[in-house]
């Protein structure tokens, strides 16, 4: 059974940190290419960082020198560090499992992450 499971979400004060993990089981973890998206109130699901198996990293324009994408294959989880939080990053953030070129992905149930001005 495939499983992703995000913690680390809450509420912060402007200018704030949080740093959510994602654990995942039931995948091989060091295959996939993992994510982090979020999706704000009426908006769309968005991608906000991703890292290869090799770790390299690709983030949204928006949260470039902010966040940081990491992962421990060894454990089987990935790491959002977000820094200078803004109001404008309050949404669900998601956890996702993609194994590349191929349509197979895997999703978490989302955590809330709420930024107070």
């Known amino acids: 059974q495939v499983q992703l499971v995000e913690s680390g979400g809450g509420l912060v004060q402007a200018g704030g940190s949080l740093r959510l993990s994602c654990a995942a089981s039931?995948?091989?973890?060091?295959?996939?290419?993992m994510g982090w998206y979020r999706q704000a109130p009426g908006k769309q699901r968005e991608l906000v960082a991703a890292i290869t198996s090799g770790g390299s990293t690709n983030y949204a324009d928006s949260v470039k020198g902010r966040f940081t994408i990491s992962r421990d294959n060894a454990a089987n989880t990935v790491y959002l560090q977000m820094n200078s939080l803004k109001p404008e990053d309050t949404a669900v953030y998601y956890c996702?499992?993609?194994?590349?070129?191929?349509?197979?992905?895997?999703w978490g149930q989302g955590t809330q992450v709420t930024v107070s001005s």
């Open positions: 996702n499992g993609r194994v590349p070129g191929t349509l197979y992905e895997n």
């Open positions: 039931g995948i091989i973890f060091n295959i996939n290419i």
